[in-house]
């Protein structure tokens, strides 16, 4: 009984605290409006200065390829050649395809390829526009936060001096990276700025770019899609390219040696069609033998050169574009309706804690300034 008694009591108390409060915000009503005022001035500011996004993108469905050799291994055998077990090797998972788009090598490649921008004369790169001054825009929050918040970076950066331009290093058919400091940056950058998205369930891939202008933001997010589709098959194939550069390579030699062997057999027939001789008939039986052999090593690497073509079609995977890139008709940010509001409501609260603490300070510390605070 004394238990629910307490309780009750301390629910009335609450309730007492809890319309002080609310009387208290009521009676301090002009001074929340005065910071929630600042706060909408400084949402106009944000919204006002920040820089323009357009977002363009395509949907893609990875195709696999095909077990067993599929239609071209059919064709093949209808013409007496077998191409025996042609099973493609492991499929390259889409998972790995964001780990492709921020792979060193192909945002390098992607920085120095040349777009056209609406404001500018010629096709600059990527690189130049995110690092060189003469083309980088710099709104003013952006200039604000260069000189406060990074303006150690600067200290730094002057101090250092500049660095030196630095290139790919290469070793045979390894590399490794060197990237300069305006790469680097612009890498940071694209990074932050390519988004590939995987459906798992459904099987398809999202992607999608932000750029400062719609035009820029399709010409972009269009070549992401023909790179990722041209290093997807480069890492797919290599295996079955280099097997049929090797045998073609092969073939090439057998085929010289082959015809050579031709002709060479072919005017011994026509320079001795007697053979009366036995020197000559073992003359003949040798050069018989080696257009026999050569014959042979002709067609067996024939048909290994068809078995390599045909693994090497069949190996290359297909990215279907069910949604191509459409130049966007409409700003992906700044939003500025929903940016007002959020500082409006910051405002709101920051105004009801700001009465709420100096009601505290006031009665529990003896802070001057205070005592004119009502």
Do not use: H
Request: charge should be positive.
């Amino acid at each position: 009984m004394n238990d629910n008694l307490k309780l009750e009591n301390k629910v009335e108390e609450d309730e007492i605290d809890l319309l002080s409060i609310i009387k208290r915000l009521f009676e301090k009503k002009r001074f929340i409006l005065k910071i929630v005022s600042v706060f909408i001035v400084l949402g106009l500011l944000v919204a006002i200065t920040s820089p323009k996004v357009y977002t363009a993108g395509s949907t893609i469905v990875p195709q696999v390829a095909t077990k067993g050799g599929g239609s071209l291994s059919g064709l093949a055998s209808m013409v007496g050649i077998n191409l025996g077990d042609m099973g493609g090797g492991k499929e390259l998972s889409p998972n790995v395809y964001p780990k492709i788009v921020n792979n060193v090598k192909f945002l390098k490649e992607l920085m120095y390829t040349r777009f056209k921008f609406d404001k500018i004369d010629t096709k600059i790169s990527l690189l130049d526009f995110y690092t060189n001054p003469d083309y980088r825009k710099t709104s003013v929050m952006s200039y604000i936060k260069k000189y406060t918040i990074g303006l150690p970076g600067l200290a730094i950066k002057a101090i250092k001096g500049k660095e030196e331009e630095k290139k790919i290093k290469t070793s045979g058919d390894n590399e490794y990276f060197i990237l300069s400091t305006q790469e680097n940056i612009c890498k940071n950058i694209l990074k932050s700025l390519i988004t590939i998205n995987l459906d798992k369930k459904e099987g398809y891939i999202t992607l999608s770019v932000d750029m400062p202008e719609a035009n820029l933001a399709a010409q972009v997010a269009l070549r992401v899609q023909q790179l990722l589709e041209e290093y997807i098959i480069e890492f797919k194939i290599k295996k079955a390219k280099n097997q049929y550069n090797n045998v073609s390579r092969m073939f090439e030699e057998a085929k010289d040696q082959y015809d050579a062997s031709q002709v060479k057999y072919a005017k011994y027939l026509d320079a001795n069609k007697d053979m009366s001789s036995a020197l000559a008939k073992t003359k003949g039986e040798q050069l018989k033998n080696e257009f026999d052999l050569a014959a042979t090593l002709y067609k067996s690497l024939a048909q290994q050169k068809v078995r390599a073509e045909v693994k090497l079609r069949e190996d290359t995977p297909v990215l279907t574009i069910i949604e191509p890139v459409v130049v966007p008709n409409e700003k992906t940010s700044p939003k500025r309706g929903l940016i007002m509001v959020a500082f409006t409501f910051l405002g709101f609260i920051f105004g009801c804690g700001a009465v709420i603490a100096l009601d505290w300070l006031k009665e529990n510390t003896e802070i001057k300034r205070l005592k004119s605070w009502k």
